[in-house]
Nanobody, 114 residues
Framework: QVQLVESGGGLVQVGGSLRLSCTAS?????MGWYRQAPRNKRELVAS???????NYADSAKGRFTISRDNDKNTVTLQMNSLKPEDTAVYYC???????????WGKGTLVTVSS
């Protein structure tokens, strides 16, 4: 299991930007961000492997950018042009290796308001 600490959530206006960061207690194979909006199930927002391969939800493409620093065991999600539909609790996610169990942060709330 990997311990994950998230930061960067908060309240932002429609069209604004927010940056989420997550620090892992050890090196990881993949890291990413999921979100769970009210009355919805948890969904993938973006993920990135240790080699730099990225995966984005269709709703995030063109607006969000995920990156990582393997030396610091951190992953960052830059979110631009935020919409009310982006409002959710965002959870950092990681795997130590491809067949490892999932590790989750406690979540950070992002609220996009007009």
């Amino acid at each position: 299991q990997v311990q994950l600490v998230e930061s960067g959530g908060g309240l932002v206006q429609v069209g604004g930007s927010l940056r989420l960061s997550c620090t892992a207690s050890r090196s990881t194979f993949t890291m990413g961000w999921y979100r769970q909006a009210p009355r919805n199930k948890r969904e993938l927002v973006a993920s990135i492997s240790s080699g730099g391969s990225t995966n984005y939800a269709d709703s995030a493409k063109g607006r969000f950018t995920i990156s990582r620093d393997n030396d610091k065991n951190t992953v960052t999600l830059q979110m631009n042009s935020l919409k009310p539909e982006d409002t959710a609790v965002y959870y950092c996610h990681a795997k130590r290796w491809y067949n490892d169990m999932d590790s989750w942060g406690k979540g950070t709330l992002v609220t996009v308001s007009s």
